[in-house]
């Protein structure tokens, strides 16, 4: 759910599989998952949450009509007081 001071809505997401991405800081082993829209909607969104590191978001990507409309990709992060590394 997104939840804002005047309106709360419901969203529906999938997961859509698993691969290993390469963001600014290192690779890593991600689970891939799709916001569900309505049919003839043209934007489509997906995240990348790191397996390793507790489903850390690592990459979003929004898109409408093929062109990126938003992204965003890990550079740095730490972690319960731990740097995120790369996979060994």
Request: proline residues 5%; glycine residues 6%; aromatic residues 6%.
């Amino acid at each position: 759910d997104m939840v804002d001071p005047d309106e709360s809505e419901s969203h529906l997401y999938r997961v859509t599989g698993t691969e290993v991405i390469k963001t600014g800081l290192c690779n890593l082993n991600t689970i891939r998952v799709e916001r569900i829209r309505d049919a003839d909607s043209r934007r489509q969104t997906t995240f990348w949450f790191a397996s390793d590191w507790e489903n850390l978001l690592v990459r979003f990507l929004q898109t409408e009509d093929g062109d990126t409309d938003s992204e965003l990709l890990l550079r740095e992060a730490t972690l319960g007081g731990q740097p995120v590394t790369p996979l060994p």
